[in-house]
Protein backbone atom coordinates (compact mmCIF):
# COMPACT_ATOMS: atom_id res chain seq x y z
CA UNK A 1 0.00 0.00 0.00
CA UNK A 2 1.41 2.96 -1.54
CA UNK A 3 1.33 6.71 1.27
CA UNK A 4 0.32 10.05 -0.59
CA UNK A 5 2.90 12.29 -0.60
CA UNK A 6 2.96 14.60 2.32
CA UNK A 7 2.34 17.99 0.88
CA UNK A 8 3.56 21.06 3.04
CA UNK A 9 3.20 23.33 -0.36
CA UNK A 10 -0.36 23.79 -0.50
CA UNK A 11 -2.83 22.58 -3.29
CA UNK A 12 -6.56 22.16 -3.81
CA UNK A 13 -6.96 20.28 -1.11
CA UNK A 14 -5.91 22.82 1.57
CA UNK A 15 -7.97 24.84 2.41
CA UNK A 16 -6.65 27.76 4.09
CA UNK A 17 -3.47 28.64 7.05
CA UNK A 18 -4.22 26.45 9.27
CA UNK A 19 -4.55 23.41 6.60
CA UNK A 20 -1.07 24.72 5.41
CA UNK A 21 0.11 24.65 8.99
CA UNK A 22 -0.97 21.18 9.86
CA UNK A 23 0.80 19.32 6.48
CA UNK A 24 4.00 21.13 7.22
CA UNK A 25 3.68 19.57 10.96
CA UNK A 26 2.64 16.55 9.52
CA UNK A 27 5.42 16.48 7.55
CA UNK A 28 7.55 17.04 10.36
CA UNK A 29 6.51 14.54 12.53
CA UNK A 30 6.76 11.48 10.15
CA UNK A 31 10.29 12.63 9.34
CA UNK A 32 11.05 12.02 12.60
CA UNK A 33 9.21 8.90 13.14
CA UNK A 34 11.42 6.55 11.00
CA UNK A 35 14.47 8.61 12.37
CA UNK A 36 13.55 7.60 16.16
CA UNK A 37 13.79 4.08 15.14
CA UNK A 38 17.67 4.23 14.77
CA UNK A 39 19.15 7.01 16.14
CA UNK A 40 18.95 7.70 19.55
CA UNK A 41 20.27 11.00 19.73
CA UNK A 42 19.22 13.61 22.72
CA UNK A 43 17.69 15.65 19.86
CA UNK A 44 15.87 12.97 17.62
CA UNK A 45 14.02 12.37 20.86
CA UNK A 46 13.20 15.66 21.66
CA UNK A 47 12.53 16.72 18.30
CA UNK A 48 9.91 14.27 17.88
CA UNK A 49 8.04 14.75 20.90
CA UNK A 50 7.73 18.41 20.42
CA UNK A 51 6.50 17.33 16.58
CA UNK A 52 3.37 15.54 17.73
CA UNK A 53 2.78 17.85 20.50
CA UNK A 54 3.05 20.89 17.74
CA UNK A 55 0.97 18.53 15.22
CA UNK A 56 -1.52 17.86 18.14
CA UNK A 57 -2.10 21.41 18.99
CA UNK A 58 -3.36 22.60 14.92
CA UNK A 59 -5.29 19.18 14.91
CA UNK A 60 -7.33 20.09 18.00
CA UNK A 61 -8.67 23.43 16.22
CA UNK A 62 -9.08 21.62 12.92
CA UNK A 63 -11.14 18.54 13.79
CA UNK A 64 -14.21 18.74 15.57
CA UNK A 65 -14.82 18.45 19.43
CA UNK A 66 -16.84 15.41 18.75
CA UNK A 67 -13.94 13.79 17.31
CA UNK A 68 -14.81 10.62 14.95
CA UNK A 69 -13.54 7.32 15.63
CA UNK A 70 -10.72 7.83 13.03
CA UNK A 71 -9.44 11.54 14.19
CA UNK A 72 -9.52 9.47 17.50
CA UNK A 73 -7.09 6.93 16.50
CA UNK A 74 -4.98 9.55 15.18
CA UNK A 75 -5.01 11.96 18.42
CA UNK A 76 -4.43 8.34 20.31
CA UNK A 77 -1.63 7.43 18.01
CA UNK A 78 0.18 10.77 18.87
CA UNK A 79 0.24 10.82 22.37
CA UNK A 80 1.23 7.08 22.21
CA UNK A 81 4.15 8.34 20.66
CA UNK A 82 4.85 11.25 22.87
CA UNK A 83 4.87 9.31 25.74
CA UNK A 84 7.14 6.84 24.34
CA UNK A 85 10.17 8.73 24.54
CA UNK A 86 9.17 10.74 27.81
CA UNK A 87 10.59 8.99 30.50
CA UNK A 88 13.87 8.82 27.72
CA UNK A 89 13.55 12.80 27.46
CA UNK A 90 13.77 12.98 31.51
CA UNK A 91 16.66 11.20 31.40
CA UNK A 92 18.67 13.06 28.94
CA UNK A 93 18.14 16.22 30.86
CA UNK A 94 18.91 14.63 33.76
CA UNK A 95 22.19 12.93 32.18
CA UNK A 96 23.22 16.56 30.75
CA UNK A 97 22.85 18.22 34.46
CA UNK A 98 25.07 15.43 35.73
CA UNK A 99 27.99 15.70 33.29
CA UNK A 100 28.09 19.07 34.91
CA UNK A 101 28.27 18.38 38.02
CA UNK A 102 31.27 15.82 37.10
CA UNK A 103 33.30 18.28 35.72
CA UNK A 104 32.66 20.89 38.28
CA UNK A 105 32.48 18.56 41.75
CA UNK A 106 35.27 18.24 43.96
CA UNK A 107 36.65 15.08 43.43
CA UNK A 108 35.06 13.04 46.13
CA UNK A 109 31.86 14.03 44.94
CA UNK A 110 32.62 13.40 41.46
CA UNK A 111 33.20 9.65 41.80
CA UNK A 112 29.04 9.65 43.17
CA UNK A 113 27.71 11.37 40.17
CA UNK A 114 30.06 9.13 37.81
CA UNK A 115 27.92 6.18 39.70
CA UNK A 116 24.24 8.15 38.83
CA UNK A 117 25.74 8.91 35.42
CA UNK A 118 26.27 5.35 34.70
CA UNK A 119 23.35 4.07 36.56
CA UNK A 120 20.92 6.81 33.94
CA UNK A 121 22.56 5.53 30.82
CA UNK A 122 21.20 1.94 31.73
CA UNK A 123 18.28 3.37 32.45
CA UNK A 124 18.38 5.31 29.14
CA UNK A 125 18.96 2.81 27.26
CA UNK A 126 15.89 0.32 28.58
CA UNK A 127 13.86 3.80 27.78
CA UNK A 128 15.20 4.09 24.05
CA UNK A 129 14.50 0.08 23.69
CA UNK A 130 10.77 0.83 25.20
CA UNK A 131 10.29 4.02 23.12
CA UNK A 132 10.98 2.17 20.00
CA UNK A 133 8.62 -0.73 20.96
CA UNK A 134 5.97 1.53 21.21
CA UNK A 135 6.99 3.39 17.36
CA UNK A 136 6.66 -0.25 15.98
CA UNK A 137 3.37 -1.02 16.84
CA UNK A 138 1.88 1.81 14.63
CA UNK A 139 1.65 1.94 11.38
CA UNK A 140 3.23 4.96 9.70
CA UNK A 141 1.42 4.98 6.39
CA UNK A 142 -2.07 4.45 7.72
CA UNK A 143 -1.77 6.85 10.10
CA UNK A 144 -0.37 9.22 6.95
CA UNK A 145 -3.40 8.67 5.04
CA UNK A 146 -5.97 9.14 8.10
CA UNK A 147 -4.40 12.24 8.79
CA UNK A 148 -4.69 13.31 5.28
CA UNK A 149 -8.06 12.31 4.97
CA UNK A 150 -9.04 14.23 7.36
CA UNK A 151 -7.44 17.30 6.70
CA UNK A 152 -9.40 17.50 3.61
CA UNK A 153 -12.02 17.56 5.61
CA UNK A 154 -11.45 19.55 7.77
CA UNK A 155 -12.94 22.96 8.58
CA UNK A 156 -12.26 25.66 6.29
CA UNK A 157 -9.93 28.70 7.50
CA UNK A 158 -12.63 31.27 8.74
CA UNK A 159 -13.96 28.80 11.24
CA UNK A 160 -10.60 27.51 12.19
CA UNK A 161 -9.11 30.49 13.25
CA UNK A 162 -11.80 31.59 14.74
CA UNK A 163 -12.09 28.71 17.13
CA UNK A 164 -8.05 29.01 17.65
CA UNK A 165 -8.46 32.92 19.13
CA UNK A 166 -10.85 31.16 21.63
CA UNK A 167 -9.17 28.56 22.65
CA UNK A 168 -5.96 30.44 22.94
CA UNK A 169 -8.25 32.88 25.39
CA UNK A 170 -9.34 29.77 27.49
CA UNK A 171 -5.97 28.38 27.32
CA UNK A 172 -4.98 32.34 28.62
CA UNK A 173 -7.77 32.04 31.43
CA UNK A 174 -6.21 28.45 32.18
CA UNK A 175 -2.93 29.68 33.05
CA UNK A 176 -3.53 32.92 34.73
CA UNK A 177 -5.42 30.33 37.18
CA UNK A 178 -2.49 28.36 37.68
CA UNK A 179 0.00 31.03 38.16
CA UNK A 180 -1.98 32.59 40.78
CA UNK A 181 -2.34 28.79 42.59
CA UNK A 182 1.39 28.48 42.46
CA UNK A 183 2.30 32.05 43.75
CA UNK A 184 0.06 31.59 46.39
CA UNK A 185 0.96 28.41 47.47
CA UNK A 186 4.79 27.11 45.45
CA UNK A 187 4.62 23.38 46.07
CA UNK A 188 5.89 20.86 43.92
CA UNK A 189 2.64 20.17 42.48
CA UNK A 190 1.02 23.24 41.63
CA UNK A 191 4.48 25.06 40.36
CA UNK A 192 3.97 21.70 37.90
CA UNK A 193 0.65 22.79 36.70
CA UNK A 194 1.87 26.14 36.64
CA UNK A 195 4.79 24.89 33.77
CA UNK A 196 1.96 22.75 31.95
CA UNK A 197 -0.37 25.29 31.78
CA UNK A 198 2.46 27.61 30.25
CA UNK A 199 3.19 24.87 27.81
CA UNK A 200 -0.04 24.49 26.56
CA UNK A 201 -0.45 28.69 26.07
CA UNK A 202 2.56 28.73 24.18
CA UNK A 203 2.15 26.30 21.85
CA UNK A 204 -1.63 27.82 21.31
CA UNK A 205 0.10 31.04 20.74
CA UNK A 206 2.58 30.16 18.74
CA UNK A 207 0.14 28.20 16.20
CA UNK A 208 -1.48 31.95 16.63
CA UNK A 209 1.72 33.56 15.23
CA UNK A 210 2.15 30.91 13.16
CA UNK A 211 -1.12 31.27 11.12
CA UNK A 212 -0.56 35.06 10.87
CA UNK A 213 -0.92 36.93 13.96
CA UNK A 214 2.12 38.95 13.75
CA UNK A 215 1.55 41.16 16.95
CA UNK A 216 1.62 38.24 19.26
CA UNK A 217 4.95 36.99 18.60
CA UNK A 218 6.95 38.83 21.57
CA UNK A 219 4.43 37.08 24.24
CA UNK A 220 5.61 34.27 22.58
CA UNK A 221 9.04 35.15 23.09
CA UNK A 222 8.04 35.90 26.73
CA UNK A 223 6.49 32.61 27.21
CA UNK A 224 9.33 31.04 26.16
CA UNK A 225 11.51 32.30 28.64
CA UNK A 226 9.91 31.57 31.16
CA UNK A 227 9.08 28.12 30.48
CA UNK A 228 12.70 27.59 29.92
CA UNK A 229 13.29 28.93 33.49
CA UNK A 230 10.43 26.14 34.52
CA UNK A 231 11.47 23.32 32.48
CA UNK A 232 14.93 23.74 34.37
CA UNK A 233 13.35 23.65 37.74
CA UNK A 234 11.71 21.13 36.46
CA UNK A 235 14.83 18.70 35.26
CA UNK A 236 16.49 19.77 38.94
CA UNK A 237 13.19 17.93 40.70
CA UNK A 238 13.43 15.01 38.40
CA UNK A 239 17.15 14.93 39.25
CA UNK A 240 16.27 14.61 43.10
CA UNK A 241 13.92 12.00 42.25
CA UNK A 242 16.78 10.04 40.29
CA UNK A 243 19.02 10.41 43.03
CA UNK A 244 16.76 9.00 45.74
CA UNK A 245 15.97 5.95 43.39
CA UNK A 246 19.54 5.41 43.10
CA UNK A 247 20.09 5.76 46.68
CA UNK A 248 17.56 3.74 47.15
CA UNK A 249 18.80 0.58 45.85
CA UNK A 250 18.52 -2.54 47.62
CA UNK A 251 21.70 -3.09 50.21
CA UNK A 252 23.14 0.69 48.48
CA UNK A 253 23.34 2.96 51.71
CA UNK A 254 24.49 0.18 53.69
CA UNK A 255 27.53 -0.48 50.86
CA UNK A 256 28.25 2.71 50.05
CA UNK A 257 27.22 5.29 52.72
CA UNK A 258 30.19 7.76 51.91
CA UNK A 259 28.32 8.42 48.34
CA UNK A 260 25.22 8.37 49.93
CA UNK A 261 25.87 11.44 51.83
CA UNK A 262 27.47 13.09 49.23
CA UNK A 263 24.94 13.23 46.74
CA UNK A 264 22.58 14.09 49.78
CA UNK A 265 24.34 16.88 50.78
CA UNK A 266 24.77 17.93 46.66
CA UNK A 267 20.14 17.61 46.50
CA UNK A 268 19.92 19.77 50.05
CA UNK A 269 21.60 22.50 48.16
CA UNK A 270 19.89 21.72 44.97
CA UNK A 271 16.75 21.92 46.75
CA UNK A 272 17.73 25.32 48.45
CA UNK A 273 18.67 26.70 45.26
CA UNK A 274 15.07 25.98 43.57
CA UNK A 275 13.81 27.87 46.14
CA UNK A 276 15.56 31.03 45.30
CA UNK A 277 14.98 30.11 41.62
CA UNK A 278 11.08 29.64 42.09
CA UNK A 279 11.02 33.18 43.47
CA UNK A 280 12.68 34.63 40.44
CA UNK A 281 10.55 32.89 38.26
CA UNK A 282 7.19 33.70 40.11
CA UNK A 283 8.48 37.29 39.81
CA UNK A 284 9.25 37.04 36.51
CA UNK A 285 5.69 35.40 35.88
CA UNK A 286 3.63 37.96 37.39
CA UNK A 287 4.85 40.33 35.20
CA UNK A 288 4.06 38.40 31.85
CA UNK A 289 0.58 37.76 33.75
CA UNK A 290 0.41 41.41 33.60
CA UNK A 291 0.87 41.54 30.09
CA UNK A 292 -0.83 38.99 28.95
CA UNK A 293 -3.73 41.16 28.06
CA UNK A 294 -1.58 41.86 25.21
CA UNK A 295 -2.69 37.98 23.69
CA UNK A 296 -5.95 37.93 24.83
CA UNK A 297 -6.42 41.67 22.67
CA UNK A 298 -4.30 40.57 19.75
CA UNK A 299 -6.03 37.33 19.34
CA UNK A 300 -8.69 38.12 16.39
CA UNK A 301 -12.02 38.30 16.38
CA UNK A 302 -14.41 36.30 14.68
CA UNK A 303 -15.22 39.34 12.84
CA UNK A 304 -11.87 40.38 12.59
CA UNK A 305 -11.07 36.59 10.87
CA UNK A 306 -13.96 37.14 8.43
CA UNK A 307 -12.38 40.24 7.41
CA UNK A 308 -8.96 38.86 7.02
CA UNK A 309 -10.34 36.47 4.50
Not at 176 to 191: N, T
Request: hydrophobic share 40%; with cysteine.
Amino acid sequence: MGARRVDSTGGAAVKGRLSTVARKRLLRFVTLYPKALVDDETTVVHNIRVASRRLQQVLQILLPRGKSSRSKKVFRTLRKVRRAFGRCRNLDVNLELVRGRIETTTASTRQAWEGVHLWLEEKRALAVAAGRAELRKHELVDFIERLQSLLDNAADDQEGLAQLAERTKETLSDWRDAFESARADPVVGRIHAFRIAGKRLRYRAELLGEAGNVPVKPMISALKSLQDDLGLWHDHAVLRDHVAEFIGQPGFMAEEPGMCRALLLEMERDKQRDRATIEEIMTKAEKLAQNSIQLESKAPSEAETQKSQ
